[in-house]
């Protein structure tokens, strides 16, 4: 957690950078109830974040938790249309891998 936190993610617990933020947030996905890790909104440029906590050093290399997260941000997106959203993988060793569209 501390690696999570103090890593390339740090911003997303940062007031001056965030305008919303909540944990395990619920997200209905394909008829099934899922739980976004962490759900942040930038103060910037309004920007959604989708961040999936992840142990794994490179799970940007799974296809299934990229299907996964590509899931979870079109749900947001959905919710939220016309306003920008991106989705990140935050993994155990403090990196930040944003998912590209």
């Given amino acids: 957690a501390d ?3 103090g890593g390339e993610g740090a911003w997303c617990w940062d007031p001056a950078q965030v305008d919303w933020a909540d944990n395990e947030v619920p997200l209905h996905v394909g ?3 899922r739980r976004i890790d962490r759900l942040v909104r930038t103060r910037l440029d309004g920007t959604w974040w989708v961040l999936d906590y992840k142990s794994a ?3 940007e ?3 299934e938790l ?3 997260l590509t899931q979870y941000r079109d749900a947001v997106a959905a919710a939220h249309l016309g306003e920008p959203v991106r989705a990140a993988f ?3 060793t403090g990196r930040l891998v944003v998912l590209q569209p």
């Fill in 3 to 5: 690696r999570i936190l």
């Fill in 31 to 33: 008829g099934a109830l």
């Fill in 57 to 59: 050093a490179r799970p």
């Fill in 61 to 63: 290399d799974d296809p």
């Fill in 66 to 68: 990229r299907a996964q």
């Fill in 90 to 92: 935050l993994t155990g």
